[in-house]
């Protein structure tokens, strides 16, 4: 049973613990500590949104975000609770926790987005909110090295963040995400992750959403299409990973990246939130398998990208969008990245020079101890 408690830190931000332990939320009201330290107030809005009339794809700017913290020693680490010498952006020890960015590309401020046209320079403030989640107090680690409690937790906290933002005014998808890796530009060591609640439906998503919508209506609302990719991969087996009872992975079939994985519910649910408990079980005993996986390919922790496809929040798309993890990496060999170049950055035209099952077997292989 995950309880949540929200606080406010010096400038105004919410922060939220989420905790397993049954008494926690009670010391932590007991010795109520709080944010001590002497914030700038938040301005009302720090970035803008622009709209690319040429792509139809609204773009997010946030020159202010230059100066955030980049890389810094352990002892300097924002997410470390805070101690008797040194105060943190997490005035409490704890499982897990959430806070508004305080370097945010989306956000503070709520509202819609005008209707863009083809007119040029429409702008707009960048409206939203990101926070990041803190897996654990503890600096050193990855999320594949969480216990199940704490990956359970983490669980927990996506669900009810994923249900809150999107009940936030003007929001149109939220996005939970976990970047690991200086390779892939990760700015702090410590283990988070991130959750974007946008002003838009991003730009792949609503172009996958408008798919899935097609081919649900198409099969007279009995199937969506991550179910029946699903079932084909199921089917053919060749890039299976695992097979659970609520849960599938498999590298799909035609992959983009050197390593890629889909993590699926076998039921329809259009995001986290909507996973029962049992679900959320077996979830958080698969997910860290995966990351485990892709760790022990080679010597050295393999940077990944992992990405929450959730629904966007308009009604039209719920019943035709199915959760889905995607978990990507560039990693190509011990000491070679794929970079997006010509083809990909510019044209968004993947060429992957790994056959798609030839990584699954390698990733069936790898052991998850
Ligand atoms: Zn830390």
Known sequence: MTTMTSTRLADGRELIYFDSAPDAAKRRRDTAPSDGRQLDPRGGGTGEA????????WVAV???RQNRTHLPPADECPLCPSDGVRQTEIPSGYEVAVFE?????????LGALPAPDDAPAVRAPAYGRCEVISFTEDHVGSFGSLPFERVRTVVDAWAQRTEALSAMTGVQQVFCFENRGAEIGVTLHHPHGQIYAYPFIAPRSAGMAKLARRHYLR??????????????????????????????????FAARWPLEIHLVPHRQVPDIAALTGEERDELAELYPQLLRRLD???????PYIAAWHQAPVAHDFRPSGHLHLQLTSP???????KYLAGSEAAMGAFINDTAPEDTAARLRAADTA
Do not use: W
């Open 62 to 64: 946030a020159a202010h």
């Open 101 to 109: 960015n305080r370097f945010p590309s989306f956000g503070p401020q």
């Open 50 to 57: 622009r709209f690319d009339v040429l792509t139809g794809e």
């Open 331 to 337: 990693r190509r060999a011990e000491d070679k990245l």
């Open 219 to 252: 099969s007279g609302g009995l199937e969506t299409l991550t179910s029946s990719a699903l079932a084909a991969e199921r089917t053919d087996g060749e890039r299976m990973i695992v097979e659970g009872n609520h849960f599938s992975a498999y590298v799909p």
């Open 296 to 302: 022990n390919l080679y010597n050295s922790p393999t």
